[in-house]
């Protein structure tokens, strides 16, 4: 794995702040890509990963077997009921809805495993995120913008030229199937096509923007789509209802920990199980976000009855020593780990223990929704940014390689660079390959 930073450095020293600022203006005005400046600084990096076709090979396996590992997990964890939901940091309140909801054809239509990368361990999974996963947008318009400037200075292809098509046939196939109540035989064959409907909190402008993505390609298959804030979410007898239009399937960018506070929460749920909406991302799919099943795997990765011994090699190799705190001796050695909240987003509530004191370590404990995973030691790659001169700076950055799953198949990659530890503040650049 390599970076593109002394090639752009070199060919585009005197111009690299103009084409950093135009590239990233024309993201916020046409790419879609309404908040393209995070903190006043720019998203977009002008630089790329590039991997070589053995690397690529290898990302592509692991990603596909993963998805099939948490498939099979979910699927156990959901029949094990509520003594492991507990363990796993589920709240009680939505055990019925997690037991009871219809599953829908893919475990997620959309997930993406967050990859670190060095020389001696190849690919480790840090997270999975499977419930509302970003980086659509950056991976289509914008990617393919920056790409034709990138591939006049290396030998490099694009990953997946056929991504948007394929994250828009996902969401078609998913939503043209009606959910099948618990105890339901399932009949044959899609239904009529639905009116699916986009929630999300329309004051955050870079998801508004990701859901209208969604919505606009899907209307171009001839599917009718609505989209909306939580606020314009409303009931009418058995049926959700956005916009005061009834919706026959649901797609939220919104995160369920606070969905659930909402009091159209439950109706939600209760439309679901009874059948007559079909969530997209389900309770499932975000209780497979949690770092807690990752925990849950590695304690199951010799389990012949649930993994095959390929999926059982697969975790031993490529999923890093992952464990509960309250599974782990108070006297643990933490000082090699990197110690995760379940559901913590983009870098919070994550401590890396050799800082971490052991009054901090006890209140990790304390709170008891921690995991313990094992830290790797992540290779570096050059990163150009601009400086405080507004010039052109190479620095040593750490990238983490996003790879989806869309409908069960390797989809693309989204990654971004920045600090050790992936936050709010990373940049995202394209993921290519080398070519011949």
């Not at 959700?240 to 939600?268: G, H, S, T």
Request: aromatic share 12%; hydrophobic share 40%.
């Amino acid at each position: 794995m390599r970076s593109l930073a002394n090639e752009i450095k070199k060919h585009y020293k005197k111009q690299f702040a103009a084409r950093v600022t135009a590239l990233n203006d024309w993201a916020a005005l046409y790419g879609e890509l309404t908040e393209s400046y995070v903190g006043g600084e720019p998203y977009i990096g002008y630089n790329a990963i590039v991997l070589s076709e053995a690397e690529l090979q290898e990302l592509v396996k692991v990603s596909e077997s993963f998805g099939r590992i948490m498939t099979k997990a979910m699927v156990a964890i959901v029949e094990a009921g509520p003594e492991v939901y507990r363990r796993l940091g589920w709240p009680e309140l939505l055990d019925y809805a997690l037991r009871y909801e219809p599953p829908n054809r893919y475990l997620t239509l959309c997930g993406r495993f967050d990859f670190a990368h060095n020389p001696s361990e190849g690919w480790q999974i840090l997270e999975y995120n499977s419930d509302t996963p970003s980086g659509s947008q950056e991976v289509t318009v914008v990617e393919e913008r920056l790409f034709k400037q990138l591939a006049k200075l290396a030998p490099v292809a694009r990953l997946n030229l056929n991504i948007e098509q394929d994250l828009v046939q996902a969401f078609y196939e998913e939503a043209l199937f009606a959910p099948v109540p618990y105890g339901v035989e399932e009949e044959e064959g899609p239904r009529l096509p639905p009116r699916v409907g986009f929630i999300t909190q329309a004051r955050y402008l870079a998801d508004l923007a990701q859901v209208e993505y969604y919505a606009n390609r899907l209307r171009q298959k001839g599917i009718e789509c609505v989209v909306g804030d939580l606020l314009n979410l409303s009931m009418a007898g058995d049926s959700l209802l956005l916009m005061n239009q009834p919706i026959d399937a649901i797609w939220r960018l919104y995160q369920i920990e606070k969905f659930a506070r909402a009091p159209i929460f439950m109706a939600y749920t209760q439309a679901n199980i009874i059948g007559s909406l079909k969530c997209l991302n389900n309770l499932r799919g975000f209780l497979a976000q949690s770092k807690a099943v990752l925990a849950w795997i590695w304690q199951e990765r010799n389990n012949s009855q649930i993994f095959s011994e390929e999926e059982q090699a697969t975790i031993a190799q490529n999923l890093p020593e992952t464990h509960l705190l309250a599974d782990l001796p108070e006297n643990f050695d933490y000082s090699g780990y990197i110690i995760k909240e379940f559901y913590g987003r983009e870098g919070a509530e994550v401590y890396n223990g050799a800082t971490l004191s052991h009054e901090e370590w006890l209140q990790c404990r304390q709170w008891g929704t921690f995991v313990a995973q094992r830290r790797i030691e992540l290779a570096s790659l050059p990163h150009l940014v601009l400086n405080e001169q507004n010039e052109a700076e190479i620095i040593e950055a750490f990238p983490c390689v996003g790879s989806f799953i869309i409908a069960d198949k390797w989809g693309g990659c989204y990654s971004r660079i920045g600090a050790k530890i992936t936050n709010y503040q990373a940049q995202f650049i394209p993921t290519l390959v080398e070519t011949p």
